[in-house]
């Protein structure tokens, strides 16, 4: 705070003190002293008009896990990814040809539909054990997904 003494300033009607005060304070409060040194009532006047914005994210953020759809998959080998793709046209959609375009899907089903991502990751599970994938990886798999779409 910048102490002044009352006959050497004069607060503008305006919401700036401009160049009143020649050096930078807090937010532009002045106060009233009188030559005595003694200060009277303090008249303040502050020139600080936050602005606080809001912003909505218009992406969806990953779960808190740090885990995204297509990671859960990352426990499959390149074989069975490979595999696992070729049945997905099967499964969901003949345009569904890759994990993203699965996750992707699942996705948009889960902003119309959530429950329905339930028998979807269900049709997953059964597709990974008809593939002969181990049961340890498929319920890693399942979990992973049931986090973030249940």
């Not at 990352?74 to 890759?98: G, K």
């Amino acid at each position: 705070m910048i102490i002044v003494k009352q006959h050497q300033l004069a607060i503008p009607e305006s919401n700036t003190i401009d160049n009143v005060i020649g050096v930078g304070n807090c937010a532009g409060t002045v106060s009233q002293q009188e030559e005595s040194g003694q200060a009277s009532t303090p008249i303040t006047h502050q020139t600080a008009n936050p602005t606080i914005e809001v912003q909505r994210a218009t992406t969806t953020q990953p779960p808190l896990t740090g885990e995204t759809c297509a990671e859960c998959f990352v426990p499959l080998s390149s074989e069975q990814v490979t595999e696992f793709e070729s049945r997905l046209p099967e499964i969901f959609d003949p345009t569904v040809t890759t994990i993203e375009q699965l996750c992707a899907l699942l996705e948009a089903v889960q902003d119309e539909d959530p429950a329905a991502n339930l028998s979807n990751i269900g049709d997953i599970s059964e597709a990974l054990t008809s593939m002969q994938v181990d049961q340890d990886i498929i319920s890693e798999i399942t979990s992973c997904l049931n986090k973030i779409f249940l």
